[in-house]
């Protein structure tokens, strides 16, 4: 029996500049499949531009329906981009994670999220004139808060940001826009995401 999966998000998620193959989660589910774990290409729910806020309506308009074996949430660059707050941030992305929970069927442990990557080492933020430094420092803030709650009930939470940064200036790492990760790109984010992924989709043990 197949397992299925909802990845919600922004671009990062829809895969802005690649095909649907090279998206971070049709990797996840291909590589998993792999494995011999029956997953499902992703429902997803997601769009470049996407704040919470956005997420959030567009999930009520879609009213996907679960439960999901697998569940998926990244989230947050374009508040960042906008210049809203940490705080407001941080309420939005805790309700994002509830639903998400609810959409896993209750499980957290079947809730996978995934940390805003850094957009201002690529070109296109050099280009803009942002500060890449303050990007920095706002997105760890972001990523501080987003890994907080998901602690709490124990939702697992991949650090993709320091890939990202340590290759997202690389010209074979973007697609043609120079912002947006290519597939090689996402493929390192499927290597990092793919031992969690595999440990909250396995079977509990039984007891002899």
């Given amino acids: ?30 590589a998993l499949r792999a494995e011999g774990i029956a997953l499902d290409a992703p429902r997803t729910i997601a769009q470049t531009g996407w704040t919470t806020d956005e997420l959030d309506a567009a999930i009520d308009a879609a009213a996907p329906a679960g439960p999901f074996d697998l569940v998926s949430l990244l989230i947050g660059v374009n508040n960042q981009y906008r210049g ?3 705080a407001d941030y941080a309420g939005q992305f805790a309700d994002l994670l509830a639903r998400a929970t609810g959409f896993a069927g209750g499980r957290a442990d079947r809730v996978l999220v995934l940390s805003i990557p850094d957009w201002g080492v ?14 920095a420092d706002e997105l760890d803030a972001y990523n501080d808060a987003a890994r907080r709650i998901c602690e709490t009930p124990g939702v697992a939470f991949v650090d993709i ?5 340590a290759r997202g200036a690389e010209p074979g790492m973007l697609a043609d826009d120079g912002l947006h990760p290519s597939a090689t790109m996402y493929a390192e ?16 043990r039984t007891t002899p």
């Fill in 1 to 30: 029996m197949s397992l299925s999966f909802l990845a919600l998000g922004d671009s990062y998620t829809i895969g802005e500049g690649v095909e649907a193959a090279g998206r971070w989660t049709h990797q996840l589910a291909c």
């Fill in 84 to 86: 809203r707050s940490v």
């Fill in 122 to 135: 690529t070109p296109f933020a050099a280009a803009s004139g942002r500060d890449a430094a303050a990007i």
């Fill in 161 to 165: 940001t320091a890939a990202s940064r």
């Fill in 189 to 204: 984010w499927t290597r990092l995401a793919l031992p969690v992924a595999r440990r909250l989709l396995q079977p509990p």
